[in-house]
């Protein structure tokens, strides 16, 4: 032991003791002699003394934070709430052989993690003291003197810590956080600009930080300020992610789709939409160059809210995303992740930051093989002209992990959950990370009894993030285990158990869900001469029985087959399940992975006679497939649109925009096609002809001056203000008829004959209606085209047509019966008593008045009594055979405004 201790220190350089050390446990890991397990044991507890930067003992001290920071939290007088930054402490037991421990903090307080975070509530000089124990029993003490620091002043932008202002596009803006205060001894840095002056001048739309540093303590605060320039454009989207992978394997995607036809009849929307494809479906790439990855495992790739490729690892370099040059650290060393073996062990995650922009910081987590300590290191975006530089090294963070991680957006997207396994407890450690750091909790669940193998391959986590899965190994069998994730709690629950009936080795290793979470798909990794398997799980079987009993080989080869996934990552679309296979120059896939069935239903493209085996790539894949994360995409800037809300002719149109340039004044102006002109940011218009009809909307917006900064009145704010800038928008609309209906607005039944009238509106102005007759209460008579009235009321009628559209009427039905007279056109005065008189039967009448005419005009006859019949004499005789003229005047009895009514004729008088 003594002469491998001394060895190791003439070694000096870290990378130089972890290549030799990794040799020499690969010499191990092919021996059977039981010795040499001892040595590895030893050698593993060295290396990850020598891996953490600690030495002069074989049993290290511990990890303390570099910095110590004062709790940064206080009562805001003006809300009762508390403010501020909680800036916690990380603390780590770096003995791997240790199993329980006591830590004091020298405060009082105490704990009994391995890695406890810890807030100090008050400055000065602390003694922490670690008491480990052993599985033998044995206990030992350790303790470290630690300086509590300070914060220097809060930096604020207009008076806050979290600000937004906007300003015209064509001016520039100071950015000063301290104004005239005096601040101290302090350092600055600036995100993204990574400039350390105190103030910085902007002319781009964006979010800007300070970090403000106590340049004794370190300690440092932040404020930040979303700086909007009126109307610039938004910074552009960096398209579809890709991936890295393998010696030099890299894979590209397209999005395919059929074009949008705009909804014209949607009775709301855009008035100048930007039409997403229709049943959009993502490709794999036809040329895929070569990357700069070298790896036969895991890597590693985080994008930003614009889908740009921010950085990557193989596990050995950092890659920029910009230009794939290499990241260093800070003070422009290298930098190496010394990760280049494990299977799913590397992860970059954004880090979202109290009081200052996001993702200025992201946390670069790798677990390293042969320690089985999980580390990160920390990169910094505001350094090296935003291609960032590392700023912390292998700050320890786990013990002991697999190399199995996996990690997701939180439900809310305000943190990044991580899932690691320890198949030495059958434990998940799920990793929160947020503003406020690194969270760990240990869960215990599923199977405890799992073997060594179980340590390697992947973890899955389906799209809809409800289900979680990675391969184990008991007893020398192949299993599957899938999970329920809470996505508020991220916790797991109601492990499934499913058996792969195949005897390992060869090892269970990749696995990946379907789009729709329902189906799962699982890799066996045969190497030496064994055959690989890709077999298909259909999860909504339920238990774990049946699935595995209507389990899938899709197939099966003497390849080496690796991880899967489903790609890409992000991005709304159908997507491919993609297969990395050893040394393969192509990347098989299926290309209907939510389909339950054989390898010709899923459309896998790795089987004989295939045009292609999969996806062409420049280099080569191996037995790995990159871990991605990004931010929820966010597009900077903003433009001017406009909506509507109704559509149907002959009813409002509401006319919407929210306006530019918050929260500078807006004059908003419409001008329709019909000449009219209306102003304000809502306003309505109704339409009295359908089709197509454009609108045309002019926004000026005004800027305030600083003088309305001190004086707060309205009046002065318009005198003082100055216009930013007028912008004009067009778009259309178009306007669906509405039904026409014909609907008198009196209808009289005449009660004393109990007449019953069917009324129908007959509309006009659509294909099919749908027709509502209610009374003046809105109580429901029929919803037939036609209604019968019988009761004088007042009735509404509603009619919808194919257009839902409505027209909208009413009717008022009166009592009245319409005057009508009966009387005969001949008749026989030869007193026969048939027909010898001429009478007249009159109904709903008055002011009766009959005369008769000869044909000489002269008056033969006259009563003003229908009671009184004409015998058909004329000064006394009855001259035959001839007709006679006369007229009626009467009066209606329901209708008297209808004045004298009059009817005419002539009556033939036979003998």
């Known amino acids: 032991m003594g002469f491998l201790i001394s060895f190791i220190k003439r070694l000096g350089h870290k990378s130089k003791i972890k290549s030799i050390f990794s040799t020499f446990f690969a010499y191990i890991n092919s021996s059977n002699k039981p010795f040499l397990k001892t040595w590895e044991k030893i050698c593993q507890t060295l290396l990850l003394i020598f891996f953490i930067g600690v030495s002069g003992s074989l049993y290290a001290q511990f990890y303390v934070s570099p910095k110590v920071c004062l709790a940064d939290l206080s009562l805001d007088p003006a809300t009762g709430q508390m403010v501020g930054c909680e800036k916690r402490t990380a603390f780590f037991d770096t003995e791997p052989s240790s199993v329980s421990w006591l830590w004091d903090f020298g405060d009082g307080s105490q704990s009994i993690s391995r890695n406890p975070q810890y807030v100090y509530q008050a400055t000065g000089n602390y003694t922490v003291t670690l008491t480990r124990g052993f599985s033998s029993g044995a206990v030992e003490t350790k303790t470290k003197q630690i300086t509590v620091g300070a914060f220097p002043n809060q930096p604020k932008f207009n008076d806050k810590i979290l600000a937004d202002t906007t300003v015209c596009e064509s001016s520039s803006l100071e950015l ?63 398209g579809i992610e890709k991936w890295y992978f393998g010696k030099g394997g890299s894979l590209e995607f397209g999005i395919e789709g059929d074009s949008t036809e705009r909804d014209s ?57 910009s230009d794939d040059t290499e990241i260093q650290t800070a003070n422009g060393g290298n930098f190496t992740v010394g990760n ?91 990793l929160t990370i947020d503003s406020t750091g690194i969270n760990t909790m240990e869960q215990i669940i599923g199977s405890s009894n ?12 389906s799209p809809n993030g409800r289900k979680l899965a990675h391969g184990v190994v008991i007893a020398g069998r192949n299993y599957v285990e899938v999970f329920d994730r809470n996505l508020n709690t991220n916790s797991l629950s109601n492990p499934v158990l499913i058996d792969l009936n195949v005897v390992a080795p060869p090892v269970v290793y990749g696995v990946a869900f379907g789009s729709n979470s329902d189906i799962l798909y699982t890799t066996i990794k045969g190497n030496s001469g064994q055959s690989s398997y890709l077999i298909q799980l259909a999860l909504f079987l339920g238990d774990g029985a049946s699935i595995s009993a209507q389990k899938e080989i899709i197939l099966q080869r003497n390849d ?77 800037g903003e433009g001017i649109s406009a909506n509507y809300s109704g559509n149907c002719q002959n009813s409002p149109t509401i006319l919407t925009t929210q306006g530019i340039c918050s929260p500078m004044r807006n004059k908003v102006t419409w001008y329709f096609d019909d000449g009219t002109k ?75 004959e109990f007449e019953k009238k069917p009324f129908s509106p007959n509309p006009k102005g659509g294909d099919s209606f749908k027709y ?53 056109d001949v008749f026989t005065p030869n007193d026969d008593n048939l027909n010898n008189d001429f009478e007249i039967i009159p109904a709903y009448i008055t002011d009766f008045d009959f005369k008769v005419f000869n044909r000489w005009g002269e008056l033969v006859f006259n009563s003003k009594n229908p009671e009184i019949k004409w015998d058909g004499r004329f000064k006394g005789k009855v001259f035959g055979n001839q007709l006679y003229p006369y007229t009626i005047s009467y009066r209606s009895k329901y209708f008297p405004e209808r004045g004298e009514l009059q009817t005419r004729g002539s009556i033939l008088i036979l003998k």
């Open 560 to 636: 080496e087959f690796g991880a899967l996934m489903l790609g890409p990552v992000y991005g709304i679309g159908e997507k491919y399940l993609y297969m990395s296979v050893n040394n393969k120059n192509f990347l098989p896939y299926l290309q209907n992975p939510d389909v339950k069935g054989n390898a010709a239903v899923v459309g896998l493209t790795y089987v004989a006679g295939s045009a292609s085996f999969g996806a062409p790539l420049d280099g080569l894949a191996t037995l790995g497939l990159p871990n991605v994360l990004a931010p929820a995409v966010e597009q900077e």
């Open 176 to 238: 000063n956080p301290f104004k005239l205060q005096l601040v101290g001894n302090v350092k600055y840095k600036w995100f993204p600009t990574g400039d350390t002056t105190r103030t910085i001048t902007v002319d781009t739309t964006g979010c800007y930080s300070v970090e403000v540093f106590d340049a004794t303590s370190g300690c440092s605060r932040s404020a930040k300020i979303n700086v909007k320039f009126c109307l610039q454009e938004s910074s552009s989207g960096g």
């Open 450 to 461: 799992v073997d060594s193998l179980s340590s390697v391959g992947y973890i899955a986590i």
């Open 772 to 824: 509502l007759w209610t009374t003046t209460l809105d109580a429901f008579l029929s919803d037939k085209p036609t209604y019968v009235f019988d009761i004088p009321a007042t009735y509404k009628l509603e009619v919808t047509n194919n257009f839902e559209c409505v027209a909208k009427d009413k009717i008022t039905v009166l009592e009245g019966c319409e005057p009508a007279l009966f009387l005969p």
């Open 340 to 430: 280049v073996r494990s299977s799913q062990g590397l992860m970059i995650v954004p880090k979202s930051n109290c009081n200052a922009c996001n993702f200025t910081e992201y946390y670069v987590l790798s677990l390293n093989p042969l320690t089985k300590l999980l580390s990160y290191s920390v990169v910094d975006m505001r350094y090296n002209n935003k291609k960032g530089a590392v700023v912390e090294q292998n700050i320890p963070l786990m013990f002991t992990a697999s190399e199995k991680m996996a990690g997701i957006r939180s439900s809310n997207d305000s943190a990044f959950v991580m899932y690691a396994f320890d198949y030495k407890k059958g434990a998940f450690n799920i």
């Open 678 to 752: 209306k102003e304000g940011t809502q306003t309505s218009f109704t339409y009295t002809k359908p089709g197509w009809h454009t609108i045309k909307m002019v926004v000026e917006v005004f800027q305030k001056s600083k003088i309305s900064s001190v004086v707060n009145n309205q009046v002065v704010d318009k005198l003082t203000e100055t216009e930013c800038t007028e912008e004009e928008y067009s778009g259309t609309i178009y306007i669906k008829p509405a039904p026409v209906l014909t609907i008198p607005d009196k209808l009289y039944i005449c009660l004393e």
């Open 265 to 321: 009849l949607a009775v709301e929307g855009d008035l100048n939409p930007d039409l997403p494809l229709e049943d959009p479906a993502f490709k794999p790439g036809v040329t895929n160059e070569v990357s700069e990855v070298n790896t036969s495992g895991a890597v590693a790739m985080v994008y930003d809210k614009n889908t740009n490729l921010v950085f990557y690892t193989d596990g050995n370099k950092l890659f920029a995303g």
